[in-house]
């Protein structure tokens, strides 16, 4: 079965660092695009950052400059590393897989919680 595991995520200080992991089971990774989203209370989901390739991303406007995702497919896993993070950054961060060329697989992690407060 398929099984997406989020880590990394905790309490830092407004301007510390954090990086997530995603690591991905039940698939063949390699033809996943991955994606990072977040979720703050009361707020809908949105995304953050989507990696297709090693070199192909994309990213929020709030986060360009300070997030950076990437991919590891021999570990099939995914990162996020954050930078010069700000309190309106705390969220729920979830890992996501889409499926390249089958686009109807689609697959949630159970998030992992970031707070970024002094």
């Known amino acids: 079965q398929v099984q997406l595991v989020e880590s990394g995520g905790g309490l830092v200080q407004p301007g510390g660092s954090l990086r997530l992991s995603c690591a991905a089971s039940?698939?063949?990774?390699?033809?996943?695009?991955m994606g990072w989203y977040r979720q703050a209370p009361g707020k809908q989901r949105e995304l953050v950052a989507v990696?297709?390739?090693?070199?192909?991303?994309r990213y929020a406007d709030s986060v360009k400059g300070r997030f950076t995702i990437s991919r590891d497919n021999s570990k099939n896993t995914v990162y996020l590393q954050m930078n010069s993070l700000k309190p309106e950054d705390t969220a729920v961060y979830y890992c996501?897989?889409?499926?390249?060329?089958?686009?109807?697989?689609?697959?949630w992690g159970q998030g992992t919680q970031v707070t970024v407060s002094s």
């Open positions: 996501n897989a889409h499926g390249i060329l089958n686009t109807r697989n689609n697959y």
């Open positions: 990696i297709v390739t090693g070199d192909n991303t």
């Open positions: 039940g698939i063949v990774f390699s033809i996943y695009a």
